[in-house]
């Protein structure tokens, strides 16, 4: 059990970049344990009123005010507003911000950091039509081209293709289930993500795939032939069953992955520059523009889309590229564009730009199940300017 002392320390290291990597695996899994909300919130709120972080002091009465009124909300468990500090904190309130996001969640981070003087801004966001987060929704398309909402479906067996039987589990993942006899029709199924949306699903043999929001797969109801295919759009995850009789090939885009046994990301939206094959255990062999590359677990092959070049990289920051998949949008070293390409994705929105757009680069995560007023709230607080209008977000320069 991890010790109030402990959980500190490690909140005060990720303020001061000096987080280690275990550090930051303890620290993610305290706060994905609802037991620790309490204390952590309890944790945070003596933080600033002790100085610990970057708030000014003139700011305090609001932030506390604020604070207080979000927290309670979230966890009902806040305790009365006490004196305000008296002194100027030492550490970049960016830092912090960042910091926050990760511990306490989007709505109290944006409490903690606006800056006075973004009162106006803020109550925009407050005015405008909130958007909830995306959520488990996807549409699967039969061979015969009929098609099934499987948020809308109940629980049990929902389609049959040849001898493999469709089930909704109760878990709301979807699984292939081969019943006994040969089959040597191939029947192509294709789930399909839309905006806003997310889906897992359990392939004929074995192998699981997690789909990111505006995504699909295309696979056979029942693997037939010498070799596993399957077709990807969008991002995907995939845990692949070990058959060294059967390889597993994955299309996306002009990129092909060639797999005995592993895991990996695809990520291949038409809107990116890139088609990016992460592998995280295993090893696979990519294909593209005729040369092939054998990656190791950690590296991470970027085909460009609109060219030949290939990059191959080492040492990719596997917490960034599976974020999605753990329920986070990990924003560390993206620019303005690439955060609005993800919300875009996640919320369901219009994103256009109004003006030459802020060079600024992001740091921290933020969890991806609050609404999309709590986003900009953030946003704000990094210095972007926009105006949401139905589902419209214009960004200003």
Same mark, same amino acid.
Request: hydrophobic content about 40%.
């Given at each position: 059990?991890?010790?109030? $002392?402990?959980?500190?320390?490690?909140?005060?290291?990720?303020?001061?970049?000096?987080?280690?990597?275990?550090?930051?695996?303890?620290? *993610?899994?305290?706060?994905?344990?609802? =037991?620790?909300?309490?204390?952590?919130?309890?944790?945070?709120?003596?933080?600033? %009123?002790?100085?610990?972080?970057?708030? /000014?002091?003139? %700011?305090?009465?609001?932030?506390? $005010?604020?604070?207080?009124?979000?927290?309670?909300?979230?966890?009902?468990?806040?305790?009365?507003?006490?004196?305000?500090?008296?002194?100027?904190?030492?550490?970049?309130?960016?830092?912090?911000?960042?910091?926050?996001?990760?511990?306490?969640?989007?709505?109290?981070?944006?409490?903690?950091?606006?800056?006075?003087?973004?009162?106006?801004?803020?109550?925009?966001?407050?005015?405008?039509?909130?958007?909830?987060? @995306?959520?488990?929704?996807? /549409?699967? !398309?039969?061979?015969?081209?009929?098609?099934?909402?499987? &948020?809308?479906?109940?629980?049990?067996?929902?389609?049959?293709?040849?001898?493999?039987?469709?089930?909704?589990?109760?878990?709301?993942?979807?699984?292939?289930?081969?019943?006994?006899?040969?089959?040597?029709?191939?029947?192509?199924?294709?789930?399909?993500?839309?905006?806003?949306?997310?889906?897992?699903?359990?392939?004929?043999?074995?192998?699981?795939?997690?789909?990111?929001?505006? +995504?699909?797969?295309?696979?056979?109801?029942?693997?037939?032939?010498? $070799?596993?295919?399957?077709?990807?759009?969008?991002?995907?995850?995939? $845990?692949?069953?070990?058959?060294?009789?059967?390889?597993?090939?994955?299309?996306?885009?002009?990129? !092909?992955? #060639?797999?005995?046994?592993?895991?990996?990301?695809?990520?291949?939206?038409?809107? %990116?520059?890139?088609?990016?094959? !992460?592998?995280?255990?295993?090893?696979?062999?990519?294909?593209?523009? =005729?040369?092939?590359?054998?990656?190791?677990?950690?590296?991470?092959?970027?085909?460009?889309?609109?060219?030949?070049?290939?990059?191959? +990289?080492?040492?990719?920051?596997?917490?960034?590229?599976?974020?999605?998949?753990?329920?986070?949008?990990?924003?560390?070293?993206?620019?303005?564009? !690439?955060?609005? #390409?993800? *919300? &875009?994705?996640?919320?369901?929105?219009?994103?256009?730009?109004? @003006?030459?757009? +802020?060079?600024?680069?992001?740091?921290? %995560?933020?969890?991806?199940?609050?609404?999309?007023?709590?986003?900009?709230?953030? *946003?704000?607080?990094?210095?972007?300017?926009?105006?949401?209008?139905?589902?419209?977000?214009?960004?200003?320069?």
């Amino acid at each position: 059990m991890m010790t109030p $002392e402990t959980l500190q320390q490690l909140l005060d290291d990720y303020a001061t970049g000096s987080l280690t990597p275990e550090g930051r695996q303890q620290l *993610l899994a305290a706060l994905r344990d609802p =037991r620790r909300a309490e204390e952590m919130a309890g944790m945070l709120q003596q933080d600033l %009123e002790t100085g610990r972080y970057d708030v /000014m002091a003139t %700011e305090m009465p609001e932030v506390r $005010e604020r604070l207080q009124q979000r927290l309670s909300k979230q966890i009902h468990a806040v305790p009365a507003a006490t004196k305000a500090p008296s002194h100027i904190f030492s550490l970049p309130w960016r830092k912090i911000a960042a910091a926050v996001v990760v511990v306490a969640g989007l709505s109290a981070a944006a409490v903690y950091l606006l800056p006075s003087g973004r009162s106006t801004q803020q109550q925009v966001v407050k005015n405008t039509v909130n958007i909830g987060p @995306g959520g488990n929704k996807a /549409m699967l !398309t039969l061979s015969d081209g009929s098609s099934i909402h499987l &948020e809308q479906a109940a629980d049990g067996i929902i389609a049959q293709q040849g001898g493999t039987r469709v089930v909704k589990l109760a878990n709301g993942q979807l699984a292939y289930q081969h019943q006994s006899g040969a089959d040597t029709t191939t029947r192509w199924n294709t789930i399909s993500t839309p905006k806003g949306g997310e889906y897992q699903v359990t392939l004929p043999d074995g192998t699981k795939a997690w789909l990111n929001a505006a +995504s699909s797969i295309t696979f056979p109801a029942a693997f037939t032939r010498n $070799e596993r295919q399957v077709k990807i759009s969008g991002e995907a995850y995939l $845990e692949v069953t070990p058959s060294a009789s059967q390889p597993f090939l994955v299309t996306a885009n002009d990129v !092909t992955v #060639r797999v005995l046994g592993t895991s990996f990301n695809v990520n291949a939206y038409k809107d %990116e520059d890139y088609t990016k094959i !992460t592998l995280v255990t295993g090893s696979v062999k990519v294909k593209a523009y =005729r040369r092939e590359w054998q990656l190791r677990p950690g590296q991470q092959a970027a085909a460009h889309s609109h060219d030949t070049i290939v990059n191959i +990289s080492a040492n990719t920051d596997m917490d960034k590229i599976l974020a999605w998949k753990n329920g986070l949008f990990n924003f560390n070293g993206a620019d303005v564009r !690439t955060v609005m #390409r993800q *919300l &875009e994705r996640w919320y369901g929105i219009r994103v256009v730009y109004d @003006g030459p757009v +802020s060079d600024i680069i992001f740091k921290g %995560e933020m969890y991806k199940n609050v609404n999309l007023s709590d986003v900009l709230e953030m *946003l704000q607080a990094m210095g972007i300017k926009f105006r949401l209008q139905d589902s419209i977000l214009t960004v200003k320069g």
